[in-house]
């Protein structure tokens, strides 16, 4: 399994995060290999769980959105890390990071617009985990340069 990124990896990862619809043929000519070179590195960075190619979606200019931090005080540390396995596996979830400071772990969701679905994360999901002692939610009104890879729950509102 990849463990670091090469100079052409980052090369690779860097134009496809400039612009994530260019084509294969294209970034390996702005990279100067061959289009089976760029497919197969991007094919191990994938398989190696280094990379995700998905649509980001601006929560700011898409409707029906609502992003959340949610701040978890846990009651044992001996349990960070079963937690935040356990909470990283919940529907809603963008990310979550054990943290230093007021909270030992934080969480960004992505709810409908409709608050009963940040509760319904805050009343049934996170119940689910147990382990927790205190947390505090704070709805995000407005951002810059946050783009969303939303998870399944919330996309179901976006099939046909």
Known sequence: MKKSFDTHDKHLVAALTRDGQMSVGKVADRLGVTAPTVRSRLKNLVKAGAVRVAALVNPMKASGLTVALVGMSLQSHKMLDEKLEQISRLPRVNWCA????????IVEITCTEDMGDLYDFLDKDLSQVGGINSSESFVVMKSKRKWLYLPEVVTRGFEQ
Not at 98 to 105: A, N
């Open 98 to 105: 054990v943290v230093t400071g007021r909270y030992d772990i």
